[in-house]
């Protein structure tokens, strides 16, 4: 039983790989095409549309590896998610699945993604269409579209780590997360990421699963306020020193929550 209950799971989450890969090109072919037709003249509702398309994919997405089995979601806080506009939501980045969980969780998000999922091929027309930023554009052009999205009420979803953890690693943290926050001057919801037991991260491979179900638990911490960074004269100090605070910050709260 302990077979065929393995051989379910790794069919399970082949089947969510395969789900995820066709949900993201008829999004592509047929939904975002039929979206810019319709708001054509009008770029902000173009992209507000396809955002809450995504959200709502994300969202029947989760419920699928849940209801097939294989992922159960834990999240403390929730009703805080809802409340926030306006803000940086930051989070460790334990597995593959942590963007797509929180994408489902928060209506509002736009997000700070890769330059490279601009070439790929199932996911390219979903950051295109929702208008998600590149974090490899020209630094001003970058934060403009931080505060833009900021004053249109969003809640920017940033990883700051960049790529998954690695596990037993150190926790690093680049400066890209506190760089926004200081030089827009908004606080950060810090949420805390934990997947229980360890599966879809960087070292193992996606048929590497686990002996059973993994849960994904999320517990939205209150704001983390960033105006004693914003007083100083120096930027690029508050930034490093906004980044080392954070990256202790997550260290203490992750000692407790794992």
């Known amino acids: 039983m302990n077979k065929i209950n393995k051989y379910w799971r ?28 319709k708001y054509r003249n009008d770029d902000y509702q173009r992209k507000y549309r396809a955002r809450k398309v995504v959200h709502q994919v994300f969202k029947g997405f989760v419920n699928y590896m849940r209801v097939v089995g294989i992922l159960s979601l834990d999240i403390e806080n929730e009703e805080q998610l809802n ?15 942590d963007v797509v969980v929180l994408i489902s969780l928060i209506e509002n998000a736009d997000c700070v993604v890769k330059a490279g999922l601009w070439k790929n091929p199932f996911l390219k027309g979903v950051v295109n269409n929702t208008g998600y930023l590149n974090n490899e554009d020209d630094p001003e052009t970058f ?74 638990k999320l517990v939205v911490n209150p704001e983390f306020s960033t105006e004693k960074y914003t007083e100083t004269e120096s930027v690029s100090n508050s930034v490093r020193e906004l980044t080392r605070d954070l990256v202790q910050y997550y260290n203490e709260e992750l000692s407790v929550h794992e």
Not at 15 to 35: H, N, Q, W, Y
């Open 10 to 37: 790794v069919f399970a989450t082949g089947s969510a790989f395969v789900l995820f890969g066709f949900g993201g090109i008829v999004l592509s072919l047929i939904v975002f095409p039929m979206i810019n037709i």
């Open 83 to 97: 409340q926030y506009s306006g803000k940086l939501i930051i989070a460790n980045h334990p597995s593959l699945i």
């Open 143 to 216: 934060l403009n579209d931080c505060c833009k999205t900021f004053e249109e009420g969003n809640n920017l979803v940033v990883f700051p780590e960049g790529t998954r953890s690695t596990k037993d690693a150190p926790l690093k943290f680049k400066r890209g997360a506190a760089n926004i926050a200081i030089r827009t001057r908004v606080n950060i919801v810090p949420i805390i990421i934990t997947v229980t037991p360890t599966t879809l991260t960087k070292e193992l491979a996606w048929y590497q699963i686990p002996d059973k179900k993994f849960t994904v």
